[in-house]
């Protein structure tokens, strides 16, 4: 088994540019949550699916930051604009029966 | 009061020691309790789920107390590589998901020194 998978691993870009990350969950895993995870704030759950529909997007910054799960093996998150502020790690998590598996994470840079 | 409340440390215990920390949570409705490891520039990882009778994984104990709204890990005969941080996670306490949205505390740091 592969575990989550997320792209890319490492992201630098520019104030004002759009960033896409991406995340293929375990196969068979029926939820999948994205967080991001700052020294100072720690890990926030920005959004979270269950059977590919948004249940709770009440994490999610602000308008700038949006997700979609289009199918049940496909997510991603869209920042744009990126703003400095948003430089963090990106993980996305998969779980079945509350046990959660989390991807390597998206080291995002925003200059 | 905060969902998932931990001390942040960090805990500086020397290799060998007992080292034991709390985790209080506020939704009493909460059912799943977990213990997540999370190495430096790495994704939490699953460490063991906390059952009411408390459960034991080696040397590592996990115990809840439902009326003082708490759990807590114990760490036997600390190794140098249990140094991490220990994330506290509850679930959302809604009886009718499964899947139902889990609580990260902010985690505790542990350092074991040589």
């Known amino acids: 088994d592969a575990g989550v998978i997320q792209s890319p691993r490492h992201e630098v870009t520019e104030m004002g540019q759009e960033v896409t990350l991406r995340c293929k969950p375990i196969?068979?895993?029926?939820?999948l949550f994205w967080y991001r995870q700052t020294m100072m704030r720690g890990l926030e759950l920005l959004i979270y699916?269950?059977?590919?529909?948004?249940?709770?997007d009440s994490g999610m910054p602000e308008d700038r930051f949006s997700a979609k799960m289009p199918n049940a093996s496909f997510s991603t998150l869209k920042i744009q604009p990126s703003e400095p502020r948003d430089s963090a790690v990106y993980f996305c998590?998969?779980?079945?029966?509350?046990?959660?598996?989390f991807g390597p994470g998206t080291r995002l840079l925003v200059l | 009061r905060k969902e998932v409340e931990q001390d942040p440390g960090p805990f500086n215990v020397p290799e060998g020691a007992t080292v034991a920390f709390n985790c209080t949570y506020s939704?009493?409705?909460?059912?799943?309790f977990f213990w997540y490891r999370q190495d430096c520039r790495k994704e939490p990882k699953l460490l063991m789920s906390?059952?009411?009778s408390g459960n034991e994984d080696g040397r590592f104990t996990a115990q809840l107390n439902r009326a003082s709204q708490y759990i807590s890990l114990l760490i036997r005969d600390s190794k140098l590589s249990d140094s991490a941080t220990y994330l506290c996670?509850?679930?959302?306490?809604?009886?009718?998901?499964?899947?139902?949205?889990?609580?990260f505390g902010k985690g505790t740091r542990l350092h074991i020194l040589p």
């Open positions: 196969s068979g895993h029926n939820s």
């Open positions: 939704n009493s409705a909460s059912q799943s």
């Open positions: 906390v059952y009411s």
């Open positions: 998590a998969s779980s079945f029966l509350q046990t959660q598996y």
């Open positions: 699916f269950n059977n590919n529909v948004p249940i709770d």
């Open positions: 996670v509850v679930n959302g306490g809604n009886p009718l998901n499964r899947d139902d949205k889990i609580i």
